[in-house]
C-alpha cells in the first residue's frame, strides 16, 4: 500500500474552532494567534467568518482579525462567507480566497442556511461568481457529507450532486464535512472510492470531526486512497455544537502528530504548533481536548 | 479488503484501568462493576491483578474480588499473577485464567519488574508450569511492544524473540502491548505483516493505548491484517502511568462504537456497556475519557 508522501493540513481552527468556544477572546489575542500559527510551516489558515454577528457573535470582529493578521508570504488566508454581504467584508479585507458553505443533507441545511438546498444553490452561484471577479479563489464546504443529525445516514448520490453542482459553480476545492463526527472507516473508504472517478483529488479535502474518536483512523483510508487534503484545529478547538462538551474537529496537533509518525511530510513544526495551541488555551482559559496539547499540559505540571 | 467479520474484546478495565486509578474504589463497588460488566455481552474479563499491595494498593483486595464476583456462564474471569505468590491467590480464587507479564525492552521490565529480560524467563516459567497444572489456561501480556518510555523503538526481532519464549512456555495467548501509546498505524501493520507468519492469529491480541489518539486507527490495521482480538478498558478508565492525566487504554465503549458501525460483530450490547461505564465513573468521581462516555454525559446534562 502506498500512502501520500506529504499532506496539506488546513487549519481552520480561528473560524470553525472559536465559533463554537463560549469564552469570549479578544480581538488582539485572535490576531495574535493567528500570526503564531503562521510561524508553524502551515500553508492554509482559515482566519474568520463574515456571517451576521446575530449567529455568530463570537466572529463579530472578522473585518478587524482578517485585516490585522500579518500575511506571511506563501499562506493562503481565508474566510468564510455566507452570502454577497459577507463576501463584500472579505474582499474589503482582501483575503486570499473565500470558503462558502451548504448541507448535503435539508433537515442540516434548512437549519443552517434557513434554505433549501435548491434555493441555496443560486445564493452561492452569485457569490462564486463576485468572488471570482474580485480575484479570489473559493472553497466549498459540504456539511453532514456522512450523516445528518437530523435525518441519519446522507444518501451517497445526493451528496455527490451537491458536491457536482458545487464544482460546476466553479469552486476550487471541495471540503467534505464529517460535521457530526459519525463517520466510520469503512463508510469513508466507500464513499471516497465512488467519487474518486468523480473529482480530482488535488480539489478534495476531509473535514473529519472527533466526536467518536474515528478521525484519525478515517484520515488513514482517506490516505489509503490517496487523497492528500485535510482540514484540522488546533487543539480540537471548538467542540461539537450538536454535543456539549464533546469533540468537534480533528486537532490539527494528534493529526500531524500521526502523519509525521507515519514518516508523512506536512512541512509544519510539530514543537511550534503547540506552542501556539498554548496561547490559545490560556485565552478559552480551559484544557483543549487534543492528545498532544493534554501529553503537553501534564509536562508542564509535572 | 476484506475484515474480520467478528471481533473478541477483552475488558481489561477492572484491572488496567483501576491500577492507575487514584481514587479508592471500594471492594463492594468493584465487584458490583464487574457483575455489571458480566451482563454487556462481554465474554473476557480480567478482573484483578495478584501483585504484591506495596506496588499496587489499589488492589490489594484482589482476592475477595476475584471470590465475590458472580461468574456467568461463557465469560473467562481472568487475573494478572507477577509471580508464585501472586498465581496462588489466582488458584485460590478459582480464576478461569490467569495472565502473566513482561517487557520487550530491557530498561521497562527492569524498572517494572527489577529483573533482566533473561532473568523474568524462569520465574515465569514457573508460573505458567505451576498454572497449567492447575488447569488455568494463560495469558502473557508484553509490554512496550513499539515503544519505551526509556528506550524509544524496541528491535522488532527483540520483541519477536520475547514472545517466543512466551509460547515456548506454553502460554495460551499472546497480548501485545503499547504501552505508552507511541504506535502509528504505519509501524503497526509492518509489525503484524513481520509476526504474522510467526505466530497463529488466534493466539494473538492487541492491547493498544490512546495516548496519542491512535488507537482506533491501529485497530483498523490490525483488523485488515486479519487481526481479531482487542483489549479495551471501558471509558478509557486508568490513564497513562507515564503522562499524569492522559489517556491509557483504548476505551472499549469506543472501540465497540467503532467495530459495530463498520458492521463488525463483538456480542456486546453497547448500550449496557455505557450504563457499566457510568456506574465506574460516578465511583472514581470524575470523568472518563472516551469520546462514547462523553457524549453520554453531555446528553444526561442537556
Redo the contacts between chains.
Keep these: ?1 502506498s ?1 501520500p508522501k506529504e499532506v496539506i493540513i488546513k487549519e481552520v481552527g480561528p473560524r470553525d474552532g472559536l465559533q463554537n468556544e463560549k469564552e469570549e477572546i479578544k480581538t488582539e489575542d485572535k490576531i495574535e494567534w493567528i500570526n503564531q500559527l503562521s510561524e508553524t510551516g502551515l500553508s492554509y489558515i482559515e482566519m474568520t467568518s463574515f456571517v451576521h454577528p446575530k449567529w455568530i457573535p463570537q466572529l463579530k470582529d472578522a473585518l478587524e482579525v482578517a485585516k490585522s493578521v500579518k500575511r506571511k508570504e506563501g499562506i493562503t488566508y481565508s474566510a468564510l462567507v455566507p452570502n454577497m454581504k459577507g463576501l463584500e467584508g472579505a474582499i474589503e479585507a482582501d483575503v486570499d480566497e473565500v470558503s462558502i458553505f451548504m448541507s448535503a443533507s435539508e433537515a442540516h441545511n434548512k437549519k443552517n442556511i434557513n434554505k433549501s438546498i435548491d434555493e441555496t444553490y443560486p445564493v452561492l452561484g452569485e457569490v462564486v461568481d463576485e468572488a471570482k471577479k474580485a480575484g479570489k479563489s473559493v472553497r466549498g464546504y459540504v456539511s453532514t457529507v456522512f450523516g445528518c443529525p437530523y435525518e441519519g445516514k446522507v444518501d451517497e448520490q445526493q451528496v455527490i450532486n451537491v458536491c457536482k453542482n458545487l464544482f460546476d459553480m466553479g469552486i476550487d476545492e471541495l471540503s467534505l464535512g464529517d460535521t457530526i463526527g ?1 463517520a ?4 469513508v ?1 466507500q464513499f471516497l472510492n465512488l467519487i474518486s472517478t468523480e473529482f480530482p483529488k488535488d480539489q478534495i479535502a476531509l473535514h473529519f470531526h ?5 478521525a ?2 478515517n ?3 482517506s490516505l489509503e486512497q490517496g487523497f492528500f487534503i485535510f482540514d484540522g484545529a488546533l487543539g480540537g478547538l471548538g467542540g461539537c455544537p450538536y ?5 468537534g474537529n480533528v ?1 490539527t496537533d ?1 493529526l500531524v ?2 502523519l509525521h ?3 508523512i511530510q506536512t512541512g509544519i513544526d510539530h514543537d511550534q504548533l503547540l506552542k501556539a495551541g498554548q496561547f490559545i488555551q490560556n485565552k478559552i482559559n480551559k484544557p483543549l481536548p ?3 496539547m ?2 503537553c ?3 508542564a ?2
Tied chains: 1, 2.
Excluded: C, F, Y
Aim: hydrophobic share 40%; glycine share 8%.
Design positions: 500500500m500512502l459519525v466510520n472507516p469503512i463508510q473508504r472527533d466526536t467518536r474518536g474515528m484519525l483512523a484520515t488513514l483510508v454535543a456539549k462538551g464533546a469533540s486537532a494528534d502528530h500521526m509518525e507515519m514518516g487534543s492528545k498532544q493534554n501529553i499540559t501534564q509536562k505540571l509535572s
